[in-house]
């Protein structure tokens, strides 16, 4: 079984542009969730779908968007790029029940900003 | 607030020697606590996932324990290896939305 996948692996973007974050999850999972880590930091949360739904989201500004596709892929979006915005972005995919239900992460996006 | 705190910060040990990782958590209400490993530039992977019901679970030479009334857990590994040179992460779930609650982590070192 195909695990978790994230692309591009590596990218670097100027201060201002917007970028696209791709996850192709474990297929049969429904749920895809978002996060972003920073050196030295705990993964901080940033969304989750659930059935192309947002379930959860976390304390980002509204330059972070994402949406999940009906074949449970998601993107994920962010404009206005900042300095501040460089880490390792990383998805994971569960089966979205509540108990029992491990998150698979992808390697990550790692995005570096200039 | 809900929040997960874990200590050591970071913790050096030798290979051959068993080390705990501490984890305490103000969740509520509680479902589950996972523990997870992340080698550095990677994701992290599940290593236990445990109810309020089950107070000790073991993957291979890691052991995760649960206290469900003092709200405390701890991962226990024995006999480490180069390879368990990683960031151990807690995370406690709550049952109320499924918002999981992420620790900082402990970074382990081991050392030949």
């Known amino acids: 079984k195909a695990g978790v996948t994230q692309t591009p692996r590596y990218l670097i973007k100027t201060r201002g542009q917007q970028v696209t974050l791709s996850c192709s999850p474990i297929?049969?999972?429904?749920?895809v969730s978002w996060y972003q880590q920073t050196p030295g930091q705990g993964l901080q949360f940033l969304f989750e779908?659930?059935?192309?739904?947002?379930?959860n989201k976390g304390n980002f500004p509204g330059r972070f968007s994402g949406r999940q596709f009906s074949n449970s892929r998601s993107e994920m979006n962010v404009s206005t790029l900042e300095l501040g915005d460089s880490a390792l972005y990383l998805c994971?995919?569960?089966?979205?029940?509540?108990?029992?239900?491990?998150?698979?992460f992808g390697n990550g996006t790692r995005l570096t900003v200039t | 607030k809900n929040q997960v705190e874990q200590s050591p910060q970071s913790l050096i040990i030798l290979e051959g020697k068993n080390c705990t990782l501490q984890?305490?958590?103000?969740?509520?209400?509680?479902?589950?606590l996972r523990w997870y490993k992340q080698d550095t530039g990677r994701g992290p992977v599940s290593l236990t996932i445990?109810?309020?019901s089950e107070n000790t679970k073991s993957n291979g030479r890691y052991t995760a324990t649960l206290d469900a009334d003092t709200k405390q857990s701890s991962l226990h590994i024995t006999a480490s290896q180069l390879s368990d040179s990683a960031s151990y992460i807690c995370?406690?779930?709550?049952?109320?939305?499924?918002?999981?609650?992420w620790g900082a982590g402990t970074k382990l070192i081991i050392k030949p």
């Open positions: 994971a995919s569960s089966l979205g029940s509540e108990v029992g239900s491990p998150l698979h």
């Open positions: 297929s049969g999972h429904r749920s």
């Open positions: 779908y659930f059935s192309e739904t947002q379930r």
């Open positions: 984890c305490n958590y103000t969740v509520s209400p509680f479902s589950n």
């Open positions: 445990m109810t309020f």
């Open positions: 995370v406690v779930s709550a049952r109320s939305n499924y918002q999981l609650i």
